[in-house]
């Protein structure tokens, strides 16, 4: 059983085993030293009143006997009388204890081998009747439940629920006070470090909390001050380079002639990169701004024909390749699978990832399959490269970042696929991984939701 390793459950349950503990040692305490003497009293006065009546009954003159129990019954709420049939043997579950304690005093009073028979009235079921021989006299003695003052039993069970409750409630309310705030900066912090906005309320809880409040709505104003120069900054470098790079692209074509052809293929591309460079930039810059809606796609269609599209793409513009690209899915799936998704976003994240196994696979196949992880599409990309060092599996997605092997001029790469696919991953709430293969290449894990859910 994993138990949720939050800051609010840890705090809660350290305090509710403390405060029940607490209160455990409180009621021993209090049933041992108070209500446990408290109850042996009661019992103890109340046998002394029984025996004393029932001698007393037994040396009075026969006529003057009822007068006596009628004297008994108005004054004490105690019948007395003499009886020739036995007593029914109960036990009252929520006098179990008294009983036993008036057991004790009345043998104490009148002896062990006496016989004392405790049991009830079938005429007067809220009676408690004891049936006691006193000088080889059956005498049964009542008297009503109320006459019973102290009851250890349910005085204890309304302390323990009092203490409980109390316990838990202020153990609750306490891990509240602290893991709300908390949880509330924890939520922004995620926020900011997606790049977006967000601010935690302040002047709502003590001094020490207020002021990390202010101070992390200041850090998340410059941040965003930050990201919103930084995109201000690289768009305008964006506009600027464009121009000229245009004007380049144009002399080139003019003079097309008088440039050698493989010289002027060579610029042409060179341009080309820097305007993906400088889009790719852009849009890294920028983020995404909005969540794309989604909408029912058929999965094994969808992917299919993607799988077909780059496959055909890659042999036209690499023909000496040897790369193939096929798509895979698991047998237990239909033939289609119409689950809700962002197609635009999914189709440039899987785009990305393909790609870059083609570019880095060795000239092998590259493999999409689809399999379902507890019902949510997990989409796999295997390639038979070199492979991504575990500890670099991580690091990939960061902007601008690249494997050394792969700084050369055939593959090229800007380093900003990964950060881009990243990017859009965390917009819609999927999860991307990439792993090392056992026996050599990569795997790119995209699960299409969380794996919490």
């Known amino acids: 059983m994993n138990l949720p390793n939050?800051?609010?459950f840890k705090t809660a349950s350290t305090l509710i085993i403390s405060l029940l503990l607490l209160s455990i040692i409180i009621l021993a305490s209090t049933a041992y030293f108070v209500l446990i003497p408290v109850g042996k009293r009661s019992a103890d006065d109340l046998a002394a009143?029984?025996?004393?009546?029932?001698?007393t009954w037994t040396e009075l003159p026969p006529e003057t006997r009822p007068d006596f129990?009628?004297?008994?019954i108005n004054a004490?709420?105690?019948?007395?009388?003499k009886t020739e049939h036995a007593l029914t043997v109960s036990t009252r579950k929520k006098f179990y204890i008294y009983q036993q304690l008036l057991q004790q005093a009345l043998e104490t009073r009148i002896g062990k081998s006496s016989k004392i028979t405790f049991g009830t009235d079938r005429q007067q079921p809220d009676w408690i009747w004891i049936d006691i021989l006193v000088r080889d006299q059956t005498l049964r003695v009542g008297f009503s439940e109320q006459r019973i003052g102290a009851r250890p039993p349910i005085a204890l069970m309304a302390i323990a629920i009092a203490i409980f409750v109390l316990a838990i409630s202020a153990a609750l309310i306490i891990a509240r006070r602290l893991s709300r705030p908390l949880a509330l900066l924890s939520a922004a912090t995620t926020a900011v470090g997606k790049g977006k906005k967000s601010l935690v309320p302040e002047n709502k809880g003590p001094n020490e909390i207020n002021t990390l409040a202010c101070n992390f709505n200041q850090m998340s104003n410059e941040v965003s001050d930050l990201l919103e120069n930084r995109t201000t900054l690289l768009a305008g470098i964006s506009h600027d380079l464009r121009t000229p790079l245009t004007r380049i692209r144009l002399a080139l074509e003019i003079n097309a002639d008088a440039i050698d052809a493989s010289l002027l293929q060579e610029f042409?591309?060179?341009?080309?990169?820097?305007?993906q460079l400088l889009e790719q930039s852009l849009l890294l810059a920028r983020g995404v701004e909005k969540k794309e809606p989604l909408q029912e796609q058929d999965l094994i269609l969808l992917l299919s024909t993607l799988v077909a599209q780059i496959d055909a793409e890659w042999q036209t513009q690499h023909p000496e390749s040897e790369s193939r690209t096929e798509f895979q899915k698991d047998e237990t799936l239909n033939t289609s699978w119409l689950f809700p998704l962002a197609k635009q976003s999914l189709?440039?994240?899987l785009h990305n990832l393909i790609e870059n196994s083609l570019r880095y696979g060795n000239n092998k196949s590259v493999t999409v399959q689809l399999t379902r992880q507890d019902n949510i599409p997990l989409i796999t990309i295997l390639d038979l490269g070199p492979g991504i060092p575990e500890e670099e599996c991580e690091t990939v997605f960061r902007p601008f970042y690249r494997l050394e092997e792969s700084r050369n001029l055939e593959t090229g790469g800007s380093g900003l696929g990964l950060a881009i696919v990243r990017q859009l991953c965390e917009a819609q709430g999927w999860e991307i991984t990439l792993h090392s293969r056992t026996g050599g290449g990569n795997e790119a894990r995209l699960l299409l939701g969380h794996s919490d859910q």
């Not at 129990?69 to 008994?72: P, R, T, V």
């Open 6 to 8: 939050t800051l609010f």
């Open 49 to 55: 009143l029984l025996v004393l009546s029932a001698q």
């Open 69 to 72: 129990e009628k004297e008994l």
């Open 76 to 81: 004490h709420g105690i019948k007395l009388f």
């Open 268 to 275: 042409e591309g060179d341009i080309e990169d820097m305007e």
């Open 347 to 349: 189709l440039r994240i």
